[in-house]
């Protein structure tokens, strides 16, 4: 019985998030300019080599990994590591601001507003800046310890018998379904802070609240388009055995694709979140 | 709007192709050229002449558009290998004089292509030929790589050829060349280096024995510097090629002794851990 309402929850999220993405699609603009911004460093930190670009960026490569990654093709083995950085800054930047601003615009949308403003979202956006900056700071720390805790432990044991352990990208993708999770227990964070105006440890609290009673819809809302991740992050894996068996080239086209998936999953997955969260709210209203 | 887009597009894409640079344009059609070269090597029974002539395009490419550059020795050089590959020796001596015209100033590059010509009138068969070749390299580029490995050059040749006197003259005159070297300037890299050459002559010999009597003469003879360390590392590894686990360890524990919290003694403490590992399994 439970899982049968949970379903129906799950089901009537995903049909109000198409129909209000379908018919205000100015609600991904924070998402366009968040993911233009990561093109234009996946942009310049291919152009590190070359000159104007290397008189900046040359020198730290130089140093930090060395001058061969400086040259042909082995600045494309770097190119993933130099972008994860740039996506980490732009994730507490432009990032957390389009996901906050998204929110903002599909609440707007369900309170009738015949057109929702990006200006007036981005202007209580900023005012609640620092809880979200500490949400944004939360969900990196968490995915860092997910990601590399195992990592590291592996490496520690590594000397031991081999065969007894997982492989480590056995571990990534197990950290990836970790991650899912532990994004489905915080995700309310955003709309409880831009939406109830809470501050961050009252968002805490809401989205701990909310996570018992609609866990299971989140965590099915947010799986089917985190799958989507899924085949770039395993491409990501596979980059320097695609790299052989292709061209250095492959690289710009798999991380291209990472930003554009990155895109349409943040942009369904905050308005999946923001329509379930205003439908919860209208329920215990309605109590 | 739109011509204001497609302005700001065309001053984007007219930056970004101002950001090239001749070395990254050079390394690209390099790389490109080795993976075509290395597709030819690794099935050269089924290449066919079209496919040598297409790797040799690439090359000259690269030569054409970046004479030099510091890889396109490189490309010259595995020009003259295709050339050998097809038994065009002729065509492969041409390709290695031009290179030599264009980089006269790099002896290194130059030694090394005397030594590439040489190798391809051996493999035609004409081994005077070579010989003067070989000699010019150890009389006019004495210092380089290429001189100290004229002997191992001429030791193989004999081996082929059961030439045995003159394989053991030249493994004599070999190792009276480098332990000079070795004496004259112990302290630098080139004379690590001799050490690396005596060894590939005695393994050229495959005298193990003379190999061990030799480096325990370096060891006694340069004692607490680079290349008593150095004969140790290598006793190390002649014993644990030929199964002999515990003097390999004895060696390396002698580095860890003797030099004590250096690199060398780290390094030897890590050959240490591994040779008890591969031990155990």
Redesign the interface.
């Known amino acids: 019985m439970e899982m049968r309402k949970n379903l129906e929850i799950a089901k009537s999220s995903w049909k109000l998030t198409f129909k209000t993405l379908r018919e205000y699609p100015r609600i991904s603009v924070p998402f366009v300019f968040s993911a233009l911004a990561e093109v234009f460093f996946l942009?310049i930190l291919y152009?590190a080599?070359?000159?104007?670009?290397?008189a900046i960026l040359a020198p730290p490569i130089k140093t930090f990994v060395g001058e061969a990654y400086l040259?042909?093709?082995l600045n494309f083995i770097l190119l993933p590591r130099l972008f994860y950085f740039a996506k980490v800054f732009v994730w507490f930047t432009m990032g957390i601001c389009a996901w906050a601003v998204s929110s903002n615009m599909v609440s707007q949308v369900q309170e009738g507003r015949f057109l929702p403003s990006i200006a007036g979202s981005f202007n209580r956006v900023i005012r609640r800046y620092p809880a979200l900056f500490l949400f944004a700071l939360s969900i990196f720390i968490l995915s860092l310890v997910i990601f590399k805790l195992p990592q590291f432990l592996v490496m520690k044991l590594y000397?031991l018998p081999r065969g007894k352990y997982f492989t480590l990208q056995s571990f990534s993708f197990i950290s990836f379904f970790i991650t899912i999770a532990v994004e489905a227990l915080l995700i309310y964070i955003v709309p409880s802070i831009i939406i109830e105006r809470q501050s961050f440890f009252g968002a805490l609290k809401r989205t701990w609240a909310l996570s018992k009673e609609i866990y299971m819809p989140t965590l099915a809302i947010i799986l089917i388009p985190r799958l989507l991740e899924m085949g770039v992050f395993f491409l990501k894996q596979k980059l320097p055995l695609i790299m052989t068996k292709t061209f250095?080239e492959i690289t710009l086209w798999v991380l291209g694709a990472d930003i554009v998936v990155s895109f349409l999953t943040n942009l369904i997955v905050i308005t999946l979140i923001t329509d379930l969260f205003l439908i919860k709210q209208g329920v215990e209203k309605e109590i | 709007m739109k011509k204001f887009y497609l302005i700001i597009a065309l001053i984007v894409s007219f930056v970004?192709n101002a950001?090239?640079?001749e070395?990254?344009s050079a390394?690209?059609l390099y790389?490109r050229a080795n993976q075509q070269y290395n597709r030819v090597l690794s099935n050269i029974d089924k290449a066919k002449p079209v496919d040598f002539q297409k790797v040799i395009v690439a090359y000259r490419e690269i030569i054409v558009k970046y004479p030099n550059w510091q890889n396109t020795a490189q490309a010259y050089f595995n020009i003259s290998r295709l050339y050998v590959s097809q038994k065009k020796y002729d065509m492969a001596r041409s390709e290695l004089e031009k290179m030599k015209s264009n980089f006269y100033r790099q002896t290194d590059i130059c030694a090394n292509a005397e030594v590439v010509i040489a190798l391809t009138y051996e493999e035609e068969g004409r081994w005077d030929k070579a010989l003067e070749y070989l000699d010019i390299v150890e009389k006019e580029y004495t210092k380089t790589y290429s001189a100290f490995l004229v002997p191992i050059y001429k030791m193989r040749h004999y081996k082929k050829t059961g030439e045995e006197d003159l394989r053991q003259k030249t493994y004599k005159d070999a190792i009276l060349k480098y332990k000079e070297m070795i004496s004259q300037s112990p302290d630098t890299i080139a004379a690590l280096a001799a050490v690396d050459f005596s060894l590939a002559a005695f393994a050229e010999l495959r005298d193990k024995e003379e190999a061990l009597a030799y480096l325990d003469g370096l060891i006694k003879e340069y004692p607490s510097s680079p290349i008593q360390a150095k004969a140790l590392f290598s006793k190390s590894i002649i014993y644990r090629r030929s199964g002999q686990p515990d003097l390999a360890i004895e060696s390396l524990e002698e580095i860890v002794k003797k030099f004590v919290n250096t690199e060398l003694a780290k390094l030897a403490k890590e050959q240490i851990n591994e040779i008890k590992?591969e031990k155990d399994n």
């Open positions: 942009i152009y080599p070359r000159y104007p670009f290397s040259h042909y093709p000397f250095p | 970004l950001c090239s640079s070395e990254y390394e690209k790389w590992k």
